[in-house]
């Protein structure tokens, strides 16, 4: 069996597909919602779909092992941060290296960095007047969305695009190539193992 972990700091949008993806799926599962805030929607999400969950602070993050040894107890073999905000600490990104990725709403490099999530990134996408947008799914290192890029998808901003109706057509794009692209890593992951 091959354990994904997912960590979401918010609704959990994307934590919902990657889970129904892999539903029907014998070799691969989400074993486990990892998130920082306990009144996210992400952990009503979780609940219904009967995936446990473990809430933690900054503290058990940055200063004990209690997040890895979670990871470690559970056998997780891949990372997924879905719409998780904080970075990821030295012990898990060395215990896990090459085993983190994370899904970010623009083109990296451009729009990207410590306060850039969610709906600003889209505002300053139109603020910049882009043509265009996407998706881009990297490796996590210490930096915010710095790591090496695995997979982009563009789309078009048009003339009188919102940040709402743009963030509508990324999560799309998101739902769509997210779960296939963790998919192919897990594969390469557990064929290099
Ligand atoms: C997603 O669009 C994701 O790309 C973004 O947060 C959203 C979470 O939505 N992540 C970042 O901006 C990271 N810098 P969701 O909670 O509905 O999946």
Not at 118 to 141: D, L, T
Not at 152 to 166: A, W, Y
Request: glycine residues 6%.
């Amino acid at each position: 069996m091959n354990n994904i972990a997912i960590f979401a700091s918010g609704s959990g949008s994307n934590a919902q597909r990657i889970i129904e993806y892999f539903n029907k799926n014998r070799s691969i599962s989400v074993t486990r919602i990892f998130c920082n805030k306990k009144d996210a929607y992400v952990l009503s999400r979780a609940e219904k779909l009967g995936i446990p969950t473990f809430v933690f602070g900054r503290n058990e993050f940055y200063n004990s092992n209690e997040v890895l040894d979670k990871l470690k107890d559970d056998e997780i073999d891949l990372i997924v941060l879905a719409g998780f905000l904080w970075l990821v600490p030295a012990n898990i990104l060395s215990e896990f290296s090459n085993r983190i990725i994370n899904i970010h709403p623009a083109l990296l490099p451009k729009y990207g960095g410590k306060s850039m999530y969610g709906m600003r990134v889209h505002e300053a996408v139109i603020s910049a007047g882009e043509k265009e947008s996407g998706i881009s799914i990297h490796y996590v290192n210490e930096k915010y969305d710095e790591g090496e890029i695995i997979f982009q998808k563009k789309c078009i901003v048009e003339k009188d695009e919102t940040p709402e109706s743009l963030s509508a057509k990324i999560h799309q794009l998101e739902y769509e190539h997210f779960p296939k692209t963790i998919e192919k890593l897990i594969i390469k992951v557990s064929l290099s193992s």
